[in-house]
C-alpha cells in the first residue's frame, strides 16, 4: 500500500510563531494534495489543498508548499494561535482513487 | 447546506456481535467513503461507494461490508466483532472525487 509519511508527530509553537509540518509520498500519479485538521471529538475537517502544477497556495495564515521533484509538501501556519491546536493529517490521491493519509501531528500552540 | 450526518455517534458492542453505522452525505454528494480511524493506525480507507456501487476498497477483512442507497446514503457493517475494531469510524462525502467533507463519525468500543 502506498504510504504518505509525515512529521513531526507532535508540535510546540508559541502563539504568533509559524507551526510547519512535512509530508512525503511515493507515487508520483497522486495529483491532490489535502491537509486536514481534525479537533478532538470531531471529524477531520478540509484546511486547504494543492495541484502538483503549482509550488504553493496561500489561503490566509495556512499555506502549502509544494515540491515536486522531492515528492515533498508542507504545510505553514503563520502567526499560529492557540484555537489552531489541533491534529493535521496531509493526505493524497489521484484522481478516482481512494486517499491516503499521513499519520498526523498533533500542534499545541502555547497562549 | 447541512453537513455529513452519521449515527449513532457513540456505540458500545461486545464480541462477536455484529454492528451497523449509518452515514448520510451533503446534498447532491454521490460519493460516500469509509475510515477507520485508531491512534495505533491513524486514518485507513474501508471503502467507497458511487451511486450504489462499490468503486474502490481497502485491506480490511470480509467481515466489514457496506452499501450505499438510492439516496445516497450509506450504511456499513461489522460482524463478528472484535476487540481490535474498537475505532472512530468516519464517512466522508464527495462531489468531485477530490474534496471530501468528513462527518463527525461513530465512536464504537467493543468489550
Known amino acids: 500500500q502506498q504510504q504518505v509519511k509525515q512529521s513531526p508527530q507532535s508540535l510546540i509553537v508559541q502563539k504568533g510563531g509559524i507551526s510547519i509540518i512535512n509530508c512525503a509520498y511515493e507515487?508520483?500519479?497522486?495529483?491532490?494534495f489535502p491537509w486536514y485538521q481534525q479537533f478532538p471529538g470531531k471529524g477531520p475537517a478540509l484546511l486547504i489543498a494543492i495541484r502538483p502544477d503549482v509550488s504553493e497556495k496561500k489561503e490566509g495564515r495556512f499555506t502549502i508548499s509544494f515540491n515536486k521533484s522531492a515528492k515533498q509538501f508542507s504545510l505553514h501556519i503563520m502567526d499560529s494561535q492557540p484555537g489552531d491546536s489541533a491534529t493535521y493529517f496531509c493526505?493524497?490521491?489521484?484522481?478516482?482513487?481512494?486517499?491516503?493519509f499521513g499519520p498526523g501531528t498533533r500542534l499545541s500552540v502555547l497562549p | 447546506k447541512a453537513g455529513v450526518t452519521q449515527t449513532p455517534r457513540y456505540l458500545i458492542k461486545t464480541r462477536g456481535q455484529q454492528v451497523t453505522l449509518s452515514c448520510s452525505p451533503i446534498s447532491g454528494h454521490r460519493s460516500v467513503s469509509w475510515y477507520q480511524q485508531t491512534p495505533g493506525q491513524g486514518l485507513q480507507f474501508l471503502f467507497e461507494?458511487?451511486?450504489?456501487?462499490?468503486?474502490n476498497k481497502g485491506n480490511f477483512p470480509g467481515r466489514f461490508s457496506g452499501r450505499q442507497f438510492s439516496n445516497s446514503r450509506s450504511e456499513m457493517n461489522v460482524s463478528t466483532l472484535e476487540l481490535g475494531d474498537s475505532a472512530l469510524y468516519l464517512c466522508a462525502s464527495s462531489l468531485n472525487l477530490n474534496e471530501q467533507f468528513f462527518g463527525p463519525g461513530t465512536r464504537l468500543t467493543v468489550l
Open positions: 493526505a493524497t490521491n489521484n484522481y478516482g482513487q481512494n486517499f491516503v
Open positions: 461507494y458511487f451511486s450504489e456501487t462499490q468503486r
Open positions: 507515487n508520483t500519479a497522486f495529483d491532490y
